[in-house]
């Protein structure tokens, strides 16, 4: 009954799922995914058509990469059924690497992602505890200082993200700089209920914390799960979207949009959207939402109405645009 029940699940969130081959649930549970199926990206502003493999454990991979060990560094990690090449991956990934900020290395788990839900759930901590390794590999030889990292996940990659970082202080005893969950994932880490956080976003997970949420309740978590949390629109559904999963790709959108402007959002610490739609001339400060967002905003809960002035920041919107007008 829990297998046909997961398969509903995974039907419902992404009707792609139905294709996907369904194993027996003893031997997705008790076979480990093989670890060669989850590569690292560096992209570079000099040519973004082609990427570095950063190789665990490998110098020679990093030392003829373009890695920069002056810079800071971002991972960007996708969710379920994504890889590195889906368009707003490439489109985050080239905004970022534009910037010349920061070494923007993608995590591309697409061979474990392509499978239903529940099975991407459980692969999801050898996920992590690679993207810990390639983050320690960077830091044995490169001197990467762990609080110049900044893990960005959606959906599914959100939680890896947490637990990378999670991983890495297990290790290391380094707390990782930054992390941002774009709309982390809700079922089977929310929902149902798990008392231990390990495996969910949570502010112990990094220095510094921040939430975008843009589905909640449903694809998304609803609880505040970082220093920072942003409810765009009151959190749950997005303008221009009739469907959860257009919201719950919203975050992405938003996301990048910031680091195109990062003055685009301006979020408020009102205590509900309600309070939020009721005071017409805002009196409290705002605080910025997406890359400009920092340790010194004030910890708790944002809210800020977002129309359509993002789009103009993105080649093309990625979300399903179902209703937009
Ligand atoms: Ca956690």
């Not at 765009?232 to 402007?261: L, M």
Request: hydrophobic share 40%; net charge negative.
């Amino acid at each position: 009954m829990l297998l046909y029940g997961l398969i509903i699940l995974s039907v419902i969130l992404n009707c792609d799922a139905v294709f996907y081959p369904i194993k027996d649930l003893n031997e997705m549970i008790n076979v480990s995914p093989p670890e060669d199926q989850i590569s690292f990206h560096l992209y570079h502003y000099t040519d973004l058509s082609v990427d570095d493999e950063i190789i665990i454990n490998n110098e020679t991979s990093i030392e003829s990469s373009r890695f920069d060990s002056e810079l800071p560094t971002k991972v960007l990690i996708h969710g379920w059924t994504h890889g590195k090449d889906i368009l707003w991956v490439r489109e985050m990934r080239e905004a970022m690497a534009n910037t010349r900020l920061w070494n923007v290395i993608v995590v591309h788990w697409a061979p474990l992602s392509h499978v239903i839900y529940f099975e991407a759930r459980l692969h999801t901590p050898v996920v992590a505890k690679q993207v810990a390794n390639m983050i320690l590999t960077l830091k044995k030889f490169k001197g990467t200082n762990m609080s110049d990292v900044h893990i960005i996940g959606h959906s599914m990659g959100a939680q890896i993200s947490a637990y990378a970082a999670f991983k890495i202080r297990e290790h290391s005893n380094d707390t990782v700089g930054r992390i941002t969950g774009l709309d982390p994932a809700a079922p089977l880490y929310e929902w149902p209920h798990t008392e231990s956080l390990d495996e969910v976003i949570d502010p112990s997970d990094a220095t510094f914390v921040d939430v975008i949420h843009t589905n909640a309740r449903h694809l998304g978590m609803v609880s505040p799960s970082g220093h920072v949390d942003y409810y765009p629109n009151g959190g749950e559904n997005q303008p221009g979207c009739a469907f959860w999963i257009c919201s719950h790709q919203r975050a992405v959108d938003y996301w990048t949009s910031s680091v195109k402007n990062p003055e685009l959002f301006h979020a408020y610490p009102y205590d509900s959207w309600d309070e939020y739609l009721s005071e017409n001339v805002k009196k409290l400060k705002s605080y910025p939402m997406g890359i400009a967002a920092s340790r010194s905003i004030p910890e708790g809960i944002y809210y800020l109405e977002v129309g359509n002035e993002f789009r103009q920041y993105l080649t093309s919107v990625n979300s399903i645009d179902d209703s937009w007008t």
